[in-house]
């Protein structure tokens, strides 16, 4: 198994590595100078560089760099570099340690081309979906890595939000209702397609919407390639990554969006490439349900509800990148089929409340 690692920047993804070295030198002290730029694969969603530096003692240290996605300033929420780096400052603040250390936030757009911000990057291994090296991994670490992954949900919900003063991140009364009519309208707005099942889901959800719990620090994208994992033992993880949709609110909200992205052997290959917990030994979503409550104490009798949330939300969320790619403000050749994808996790929504199954 390798260590996550950067390669060659996408064709039109490149940044300003003069502009990006003066403001670092600028800022970060004994920055030194900028030695290379490298992206990160994987994502839809916010663009993630290696920047690697040799600091003024003539150290090489490593950086990683966040910012929004090229023809993205039509999306504005989940794209605020800002927030983002408040977030993981909280979070530090908070003595919370499983999350990258921030640098810096930089707003001005003249030295990229869109804001970003830097953080310390966690060396140690991701498991992405498409990785051939992942598939091969024995049964018994993929059990202990998915119970651990669990666990650290749990751990993540049982943070002190009040006395943290993480719950400044949000508006946790009436959160449910706000992210359904929420996503139902970024799904209208983003429309390209006649799919009415979408508009029968929001109707459902709307409809079926539950008694909120107790509010949570909430992740909002919670899954294997967002957990930095340790080189020599896969089943420790050693930080969570990807904080663009933290919030706070009903904890089953986070749960039921893990469980979209959790695969299992008989889901289709469009699942399979969400997540590697198709593999022999996970934790099936049945089981993921249990191992959550029993660790948090938690009612999870509605939790089909919020799988059902979690699906419709990344269906819209797809559509959103194919929206953009349709009008042209994004050539990524990897977003041309998303309207698929649309269409597969709507369906799989459907059919979880017409069985009433995860």
Known sequence: MNPDSASRIRPGEELDQAHLNNYLATVVPGFGRLTAIAQFPGGYSNLTYLLTALTNASVSVEYVLRRPPFGAKDIKGGHDMGREYRV?????????????????????????????????????????????????????????????????????????????????????????????????????????????????????????????QAPTLLHNDYKYDNVVLNRTDLTQIEALLDWEMCTVGDPRMDVGTALSYWSETGDGPFEKSFNLSWLPGNLTRR????????????????????????????????????????????????????????????????????????
């Open 287 to 358: 089981e993921v349900v249990e191992r959550y409550g029993a660790g948090s104490g938690r009612d999870l009798s509605r939790i089909l509800y919020f799988y059902v949330f979690g699906l419709f939300k990344n269906a819209v969320v797809m559509q959103q990148i194919y929206g953009r790619y349709r009008r042209g403000l994004t050539r990524d050749p990897r977003f041309a089929g998303l309207l698929t994808g649309v269409r597969t996790l709507a369906a799989k929504a459907a059919t979880a409340i017409e069985t009433d199954r995860l």
């Open 88 to 212: 993981l400052t909280l979070l530090h603040s908070a003595g919370y340690r499983s999350a990258p250390e921030p640098v810096v936030f930089c707003e001005d757009d003249a030295v990229i081309g869109a804001p970003f911000y830097v953080m310390k990057r966690v060396p140690g291994v991701i498991l992405r979906a498409g990785s051939p090296s992942a598939l091969n991994l024995p049964a018994e670490t993929m059990r202990r890595l998915s119970e651990a992954l669990v666990d650290q949900l749990v751990a993540l919900h049982a943070l002190d939000i009040h006395g943290s003063g993480l719950v400044q991140l949000g508006k946790p009364e009436g959160y449910i209702r706000r992210q359904v009519e929420g996503w139902h309208r970024r799904y209208q707005a983003a429309q390209t397609d006649e799919l009415p099942v979408m508009d029968k889901l929001a109707r459902w959800l709307d409809a079926q919407l539950p008694p909120e």
